[in-house]
C-alpha cells in the first residue's frame, strides 16, 4: 500500500510539473498579421503575455528578429483581467529580400522566469512585373546635390584685384612708353637735328637777358664739342681746346674731314673765347656772343657737309646697333618685371607663413591629400542596422566583409568603407549580427554567443597582420561615444607595406568596438603618421560617432 501510495504521488506530481509547465508556456504567445509580404512590405509582429501586476516584464529590443529588419517598436498595450494582466508588444519588420525567412524565437522575461515564443516562417515575393500593361521608362537621372553656400568668389575677387593692380603698376612704370620730355626728345634725333635743336633751345633761354655769359657759353661750346664727339672725333668732350683744334688739323691733313682751315680758326676763337669767358671772368658784349652763336650754327652746316656720307655697311651697322640696343632695353623690362614677381610672391609667402605657418602655405600651394580631405565636403550619415552616425571627408561604400566559416551560418555582417588598410588613409565601418540558433522543437534554444571585445580587438590584429602588416604597437582603453555609448578603443602604431615594393610607411590605427546583445559594431582607421591633417581627420571623425542608443527595458 505503501508503495502504491508512493507511486501515486510521483505521478500526481510529475502530471503538476507537466501542467505548470504547460501553463507557463501559454502565458506568452505571438503572431504575425500575415505570413507572406512583398519586398519592402512591413508585418506587424504580435507578443501577448499574461503576468501577474507584481511582475516585471522585458520584451525584447533590437535586432533581434534578424533575418527580418525591425522598423518600428510600438509602445506596450496593457489590459486588466482580473488578478491579471495582459500585456501586448507590437514591431513593425520587414525584409528587400525575396525568399524563406524564419523569425527567431524571442526570448521573454517574466519575474525571475526566462519564456520563448515560437519562430514564425515568413514569405517574402518579389513583385511581379507585367510588362505587356506596365510600360517600361528609362532609368531617372541623377539628381544633383547642391553644395553649401562658400564664399570662394570672394577671395578669387580679391585675388584677381590684386593682381590687377601688380600688372597695372608694372606696365604704368616700366612697360608703358612714356612722353619724352624735351630733352629726351632731342636725345633721340640724330647728331645735326639734335644740335639745331639745342640751338634753338638756347635762343628760347634768358641768359643773354639776363647777362648770363657764363652759363650761355658753357651751353654754346657743349653743343659744338657733342656735335664734333658723335660725328668727327669720339673724345671732343673731355678734350681741351688746344687738343681739340690740334685733332682737327691733323684730320684735315689726313683727308678724313673736308673742312676748310678757315672753319677751323672760327671755332678756336669762339672756344678760347669761351673758356676766358669761364675760367678768367671774361664779360663780351651781347651782341658779340650772338655773334659767336651764328658761326657756331654755321660751322655745324660745314662739318656736315665736309663729312663723307654714310656707306651701306655703315647704316648696316646703325641699324643692327638700335635694333641690339632695343633688344637689351627689352630685356631689361623683363628682367626687371620678373625680379618685382618673384619678390612679390616671396614677400607673399613669407607673409602668409608668419601667419598661417610655412608648412600649411606649402600644401595650400603645392596640394596635400589629407588637407583635401580635411578642409573638403564632410559627409555625416547612418551606416548598418543598428546604425552608426559618423561624419568622413568621404561616403562610406558598400564593401563585402569576410566571414569565419564556423559562424558565417549565424552572423549576417556589414561593411562600410572608404580607402584600405594599405592605403594612406581609410575608415571602415562594420556591423555583425549573430543571429540565434533554431533548434528542433523541445530541444533548448542556443543562444547568440557573448561578445567578448578584448577577443574581437585581437582578432583584428591578427587579420591586419595576414594583410602583411608589421610592427603593430596596441594599447587598449575605454572609450564613450558624445551620446553616452561605451566601448572599446584598440589603437597604436604599426609598419604598412608599400604596394609593390619591400618597403614599409608608418602608420597609425584606431579601432573602435561596441556590442549590445547579439550585435558587434566596429570602426577602423588607418592614417599615416607625421600628417597633422590626418591627426585632425581622426579627431574629427571620432568625435562624431554616435551609436543609436539603446531602448530602456519596459517595466509593467
Partial sequence: MNLKKTQVTQVALSLFFVLFSLFSQAQVT??????????????????EVEADSTDLVIFPEGQTFMPLEMIESYKID?????????????????????????????????????LFTDSLRVTVNPIQVDTTKQGMYDIKPLIAVEKPVSNWWKTALIVLGVLAIIAFLLYWF?????????????????????????LK????????????????????????????????????????????????????????????????????????????????KSAPDVALAELDRQTIDQEIDHVKEALPEPTEEEKLLDEKYKEE???????????????????????????????????????????????????GHWITSDYGVPPITISTPKVLKRTEIPILEETQQNTKTIGFNYGTMLDMFSVTVVTSVFEQVQQPQGQKQQQAPKIDLSMVADNVIKGMEQK??????????????????????????????????????????????????????????????????ADDMVDRIINSVELQPEKPETEE
Fill in 30 to 47: 505571438s503572431s504575425i498579421d500575415s505570413t507572406s509580404i512583398k519586398i519592402g512590405e512591413q508585418i506587424t509582429y504580435k507578443i
Fill in 78 to 114: 496593457t489590459t486588466k483581467q482580473d488578478t491579471k494582466f495582459q500585456l501586448i508588444k507590437k514591431y513593425g519588420l520587414t525584409q528587400f529580400d525575396s525568399g524563406a525567412y524564419t523569425i527567431p524565437r524571442q526570448k521573454i522575461l517574466i519575474g525571475d522566469k526566462t
Fill in 174 to 198: 616700366i612697360w608703358r612708353k612714356k612722353p619724352l620730355t624735351e630733352d629726351e626728345k632731342i636725345a633721340m634725333l640724330p647728331p645735326y637735328d639734335k644740335a639745331k635743336a639745342a
Fill in 201 to 280: 633751345q638756347l635762343d628760347d633761354s634768358s641768359f643773354l637777358q639776363n647777362e648770363e655769359l657764363k652759363e650761355y657759353y658753357s651751353e654754346l661750346t657743349f653743343i659744338i664739342r657733342r656735335y664734333l664727339d658723335e660725328k668727327v672725333y669720339d673724345r671732343a668732350l673731355e678734350s681741351t681746346t688746344d687738343e681739340l683744334i690740334t685733332r682737327l688739323n691733323l684730320l684735315k691733313e689726313g683727308n678724313q674731314i673736308d673742312i676748310s682751315k678757315n672753319d677751323i680758326q672760327k671755332l678756336e676763337v669762339i672756344l678760347r673765347r669761351a673758356d676766358l669767358v669761364k675760367f678768367a
Fill in 325 to 375: 640696343q632695343e633688344r637689351k632695353q627689352k630685356r631689361k623690362k623683363v628682367v626687371i618685371t620678373v625680379a618685382i614677381c618673384v619678390f612679390l610672391a616671396i614677400a607673399t609667402f613669407i607673409g602668409f607663413g608668419v601667419k598661417y605657418g610655412f608648412t600649411y602655405v606649402k600644401d595650400t600651394i603645392i596640394g596635400h591629400e589629407s588637407k583635401e580631405l580635411l578642409e
Fill in 468 to 533: 602583411g602588416i608589421s610592427d603593430i604597437f596596441v594599447k587598449q582603453d575605454k572609450f564613450t561615444t558624445p551620446n553616452g555609448a561605451e566601448g572599446l578603443k584598440t589603437h597604436g602604431t604599426m609598419s604598412v607595406p608599400i604596394l609593390q615594393t619591400e618597403n614599409y610607411m608608418a602608420a597609425n590605427y584606431t579601432i573602435l568596438h561596441f556590442t549590445s546583445q547579439n550585435v558587434l559594431q566596429q570602426i577602423i582607421i588607418t592614417w599615416p603618421q607625421n600628417d597633422t591633417y
